[in-house]
Nanobody
Framework: HVQLVESGGGSVQAGGSLRLSCAASGPAYRNDYCMAWFRQAPGKQRERVASIKRVGTTMYADSEKGRFTISKDSAKNTLYLQMDSLKPEDTAMYYC??????????????????WGQGTQVTVS
């Protein structure tokens, strides 16, 4: 079992920044497992924003490249998402998720086994 707890959401004006955190714990957690940030806006499907897997390989959705940075502090078992130059269209509930593979980070949210409770990001 893995527990994921997000924090760091909030309200910010367009052009501002936020940093989301996701603390991972549990006997099944491994530092090099694929972890990802997803978001879901009202009436829209959950979409992957960024992911990170073994050896720090990162992937970003096209609309987030250059604005968002995913990183991980292995010593703290914590995943981060630094979000800069925020836009109103970034408004959504943000979730961290874990897929128990060292080599693959699926694009579809249905593949992920473990999820956090979500943290709201509102950009006005």
């Amino acid at each position: 079992h893995v527990q994921l707890v997000e924090s760091g959401g909030g309200s910010v004006q367009a052009g501002g920044s936020l940093r989301l955190s996701c603390a991972a714990s549990g006997p099944a957690y491994r530092n090099d497992y694929c972890m990802a940030w997803f978001r879901q806006a009202p009436g829209k499907q959950r979409e992957r924003v960024a992911s990170i897997k073994r050896v720090g390989t990162t992937m970003y959705a096209d609309s987030e490249k250059g604005r968002f940075t995913i990183s991980k502090d292995s010593a703290k078992n914590t995943l981060y998402l630094q979000m800069d130059s925020l836009k109103p269209e970034d408004t959504a509930m943000y979730y961290c998720a874990l897929y128990d593979s060292f080599f693959v980070c699926p694009l579809d949210h249905q593949s992920y086994t473990y999820w956090g409770q979500g943290t709201q990001v509102t950009v006005s």
